[in-house]
DNA sequence: TATGATGTATCGGTCAACGATATATGGATT
DNA sequence: AATCCATATATCGTTGACCGATACATCATA
């Protein structure tokens, strides 16, 4: 799993957002460093509904326009928890092996 | 960058190591869990050297079979401190939202 | 009036990663 | 003697995530 899933994903955990919120919240998350073009949005949504990762959580109408929630699913939080330990666990190996030199 | 990437410049770290070497040190880096195959290693050694972040140590012909040793140039190394920091502030970021929920 | 924020969506290109395969040698096993 | 495994480098074609650009629509603001 690459960044932008991983971001996404951590976005959906605390509650269900729509697309657009999803990429204000990878961006307020990383301090605006790190962006999510919609390009990456859609496409990593689609694979992750297949996955069954994520879920649509509802869908409002307002002004016209729609605004499709997502949810992370049990196995998409799991998922989630796991790729975070595992990137953890590089990240740790990779800290000392540069430390002691 | 992605993982794969990342172990190559990981594993050149604390010495040159040839190809083979570097695909037994990644192994032996991540416990045995993460295995990169020839056709990773070599596309990402050649685009390293492209970048400038790896380079050719030395040849030594043993048996009558090349063995060609990359090292990290000091560029490759603030590459590969800056991207262990990244990940790390990036995994913080993750364990923190995941922990209050 | 026109710009920017909100909101969803598609399209095509790029490029890292990957599996499979090829070549070659030496040592161990059958 | 033959076969397998480890060593060692390298190429090729495919996949697929990512990404920029673009499109469309509405509303508020300048």
Redesign the pocket.
Known sequence: ?????FLILLALSDRPR????IL?EAKELSGGTIR?????L???LE?LEDAGHVELDREEI???????YYRLTRRGRGVLVEETQRRENLVGLAKRRLAHR
């Open positions: 799993m690459q960044d932008p899933t729509h697309g657009y919120g204000l999510i073009g919609p390009g990456t859609y496409g990593a694979r307002e002004d016209g326009r729609p605004r499709r």
